[in-house]
Nanobody, 125 residues
Framework: QVTLVESGGGSVQAGGSLRLACVAS????????MGWFRQTPGKEREGVAT???????YYADSVRGRFTISQDNAKNTLYLQMDSLKPEDTAMYYC???????????????????WGQGALVTVSK
């Protein structure tokens, strides 16, 4: 059973930075792909960033150039470094895992195997 535990959310002013972390258990190296999603009230959950096969990365247009996804396989941890944050980045951020892994440019799947509990990110003007 895949379990994902997130940390690192918080409040920051526009232009600031935050880093989210997601520790995975029950995940065998290279058998799952992982990524970050976010959701605001009244809107559907949207894909933000993912790491695919051969460490390929893919970002939503809204965050490309400002967010960086990375993973430490030795620690089973996925990270999302968020820089130059904007008020419109305010959302609940979720870590997710799905299989099988694919090139990152394939994007985000309609169904995932597991979700983290969510981390709230609030960006003020």
């Amino acid at each position: 059973q895949v379990t994902l535990v997130e940390s690192g959310g918080g409040s920051v002013q526009a232009g600031g930075s935050l880093r989210l972390a997601c520790v995975a258990s029950g995940v065998t190296y290279k058998t799952y792909q992982m990524g970050w999603f976010r959701q605001t009230p009244g809107k559907e959950r949207e894909g933000v960033a993912t790491i695919g096969t051969e460490d390929s990365t893919y970002y939503a247009d809204s965050v490309r150039g400002r967010f960086t996804i990375s993973q430490d396989n030795a620690k089973n941890t996925l990270y999302l470094q968020m820089d130059s944050l904007k008020p419109e980045d305010t959302a609940m951020y979720y870590c997710a895992a799905w299989d099988p892994p694919a090139p990152a440019h394939y994007g985000f799947p309609p169904v995932v195997a597991a979700w983290g509990q969510g981390a709230l990110v609030t960006v003020s003007k």
